[in-house]
C-alpha cells in the first residue's frame, strides 16, 4: 500500500510538473508577443501627424510582423515567371504542399481574365464579377460574385464582355518588381515621352528613380523630403524631377548627379505639383493653404498666387498649358486660366458635386474617342469616378459625361486613363483597390463596367501609371512593393 501511494504521488508530481512546463511555455510565448506588440506600438509618431493614422498604421504593423508575409515576398525574386506564378506563391497557405486539391489559379490561361481573389477583403470592398462564362465550363464549381456600383453605371448578375477588351487588357506576365521601399508608395509615375523611366515617391519622404531596360535597376535614390512626398513631376526632357511633400516644402532634382538642386519653401504641406508643359520655367504647385502658387524655376521665387474654396489637393495641365485642372479637398473641380508668358492666373469655370470628398486624380487627356476631343478624369477618395469633356474655346469649360461610383476608399488611391485602341470605343479606366487589385473599367457600358482585374499585390494599391509606350503598366501597393506589368500585344 505505501508502495502503491508513493507511485501515485510520483505520478500526480510528474502531471503537475507538465502542467507547470506547459504555463511557463504559455507565458514565455504571451511575453514574447506582448513584446513584438509593445515593440510595434512604440514606433515613433512624427510631429504633426494624425492620431488615428499613427495607431491604424501600428496595428498594421503588427500584424505584418506576426503574418510573416516579408519572409515570403522576399523569397521569391521572379525568375522570369509570370504574375499568375507570383499571385499563387503568395496566396498559397503554409502547408501547401501537403494540399492535393487542384487550383484554377494555377492554370497559365487563365492570365488576365477575371479569376476568385485569394483575399476576403474583395468581398468587402470593390465591385465585380468574377468569372467569364469560359471559366465556368472549365471550372464546373466556380462561383460569380454579384455587384453593383450604387450609380448610373452597375452591374449585374452574369458576367459578360466584349472579346476585344478582354485580349486588349489581358497582361502576359510581369517585366519587373522593386521592393527596395519600406514604406508606402505614394506616387508613382513614367517619365515625359518614355517608356523604360519610371520614378515613384513614398511617404518616408524618399523618391527612387529607375530604369526598365534589358535588365530592370535603381537609377537614383533621392533623400531630402523628411515627410511623405504627395506628388511629383518630370521636366519636358527629363533632366529635372520637382517633387511636393508634407514637410512643407518643394524640392527640385537633377537627376544626372542625383541631387537637390533647389529647397522652395512654404507655410503648409504641398499636395500636388506640374511643370508647365509649354514653358518649363513655370512650376505651379497646389498646398493646403487652398492656394495654386506659380514659381520661377530657375530662381524659386514665387510669381503669382490664386486662391480657392478648400485645400488643393490635385492638378493636371493642358497640351496648350492654358488651362491647368485643380481639385480641392471638397470634391469641387476648379478650370483655371494661365497665362503662358507671365505666369498670371484667373479662374474660369468651377464644378461642385454632391459628395464632399478630396479629389485625389486629376488627369487630362486630348482626345477621346468617346468625346471625339479633350476630356478629364477624376476620382475622389469616397470611389466617385467622373468622366468630363473639355471645352478649351471657353476657358476649359467641363461637362460630365458619365460617372462611376465605387466603394469608398481609406488611403488616397488614384486612377489613371487606359491607352487608346483602335478597335475600341470605350472609355477605359485602371485604378487600384483596397482589396490589392488592380481594376479595369470601361465607363461607357451601363452594366459589368469592369473588364480585367490583376492579382499579385498583398496590399491596397495606391497609384498606377502607363509609360509612353503604352506596353507597360506599373503600380504600387501600401506597403512599398511597386510591380511593372508587361501588356499583351494586340493587332490593330
Known amino acids: 500500500m505505501e508502495e502503491e501511494t508513493i507511485v501515485e504521488k510520483n505520478e500526480s508530481e510528474v502531471e503537475i510538473g507538465d502542467s507547470v512546463n506547459e504555463k511557463d511555455e504559455e507565458k514565455k510565448n504571451n511575453q514574447s508577443k506582448d513584446l513584438e506588440f509593445l515593440s510595434c506600438m512604440l514606433q515613433p509618431a512624427t510631429a504633426e501627424s494624425d492620431p488615428q493614422y499613427v495607431g491604424i498604421r501600428r496595428i498594421l504593423l503588427h500584424r505584418k510582423a506576426e503574418s510573416g508575409v516579408i519572409s515570403r515576398r522576399y523569397d521569391w ?30 492554370s497559365p490561361g487563365n492570365s488576365g481574365r477575371w479569376l476568385p481573389s485569394p483575399s476576403p477583403l474583395s468581398h468587402q470592398f470593390e465591385a465585380e464579377s468574377f468569372t467569364s462564362s469560359r471559366d465556368l465550363r472549365s471550372a464546373n464549381q466556380v462561383s460569380s460574385h454579384r455587384a453593383s456600383f450604387s450609380s448610373s453605371l452597375s452591374d449585374g448578375d452574369h458576367p459578360y464582355r466584349r472579346g476585344g477588351a478582354e485580349h486588349a487588357y489581358s497582361f502576359v506576365g510581369m517585366h519587373s518588381i522593386f521592393d527596395q521601399c519600406k514604406s508606402s508608395v505614394t506616387v508613382l509615375k513614367f517619365g515625359h515621352m518614355s517608356s523604360d523611366l519610371l520614378a515613384y515617391g513614398a511617404s518616408d519622404g ?47 532634382w537633377e537627376l544626372s548627379r542625383g541631387v537637390c538642386i533647389r529647397v522652395i519653401y512654404g507655410v503648409s504641406a504641398q499636395f500636388c505639383i506640374r ?77 461642385r458635386t454632391n459628395h464632399k470628398s478630396p479629389v485625389t486624380t486629376v488627369k487630362y487627356r486630348s482626345f477621346s474617342l468617346l468625346a471625339s476631343g479633350p476630356v478629364l478624369l477624376t476620382c475622389t477618395q469616397d470611389g466617385n469616378l467622373c468622366f468630363f469633356s473639355v471645352a478649351l474655346q471657353i476657358k476649359g469649360y467641363l461637362t460630365l459625361r458619365c460617372s462611376l461610383k465605387l466603394a469608398p476608399r481609406i488611403h488616397r488611391i488614384q486612377a489613371s486613363f487606359c491607352p487608346l485602341l483602335s478597335l475600341e470605343k470605350g472609355e477605359y479606366i485602371v485604378a487600384g483597390s483596397e482589396d490589392s487589385n488592380v481594376y479595369f473599367y470601361d465607363l461607357t457600358k451601363p452594366k459589368h463596367t469592369c473588364v480585367n482585374k490583376l492579382q499579385g499585390h498583398r496590399f491596397p494599391v495606391m497609384c498606377v501609371a502607363w509609360n509612353h509606350g503604352e506596353n507597360l503598366l506599373a503600380s504600387s501597393d501600401f506597403y512599398g512593393v511597386v510591380i511593372v506589368w508587361k501588356r499583351a500585344k494586340t493587332s490593330s
Open 77 to 106: 525574386r521572379c525568375n522570369g515567371k509570370g504574375y499568375v506564378a507570383y499571385r499563387n506563391f503568395i496566396s498559397k497557405p503554409r502547408k501547401w504542399e501537403n494540399l492535393r486539391t487542384p487550383s484554377l489559379l494555377s
Open 206 to 252: 524618399t523618391l527612387t528613380v529607375c530604369s526598365l531596360s534589358e535588365e530592370p535597376s535603381v537609377l537614383k535614390q533621392l533623400t531630402g523630403h523628411s515627410k511623405d512626398v504627395t506628388d511629383f513631376d518630370f521636366s519636358s526632357n527629363n533632366q529635372y524631377i520637382a517633387s511636393s511633400s508634407l514637410d512643407k516644402t518643394i524640392r527640385v
Open 275 to 351: 511643370f508647365h508643359p509649354v514653358n518649363n520655367n513655370f512650376l505651379s504647385a497646389g498646398n493646403a493653404n487652398k492656394e495654386v502658387t506659380v514659381f520661377n524655376f530657375s530662381t524659386g521665387r514665387i510669381i503669382k498666387k490664386l486662391m480657392f474654396d478648400g485645400e488643393v489637393t490635385a492638378m493636371d495641365h493642358d497640351h496648350t498649358g492654358q488651362i491647368i485642372f485643380c481639385g480641392d479637398g471638397q470634391g469641387t473641380i476648379y478650370s483655371v486660366s494661365m497665362d503662358s508668358h507671365t505666369g498670371s492666373l484667373s479662374r474660369s469655370h468651377r464644378h
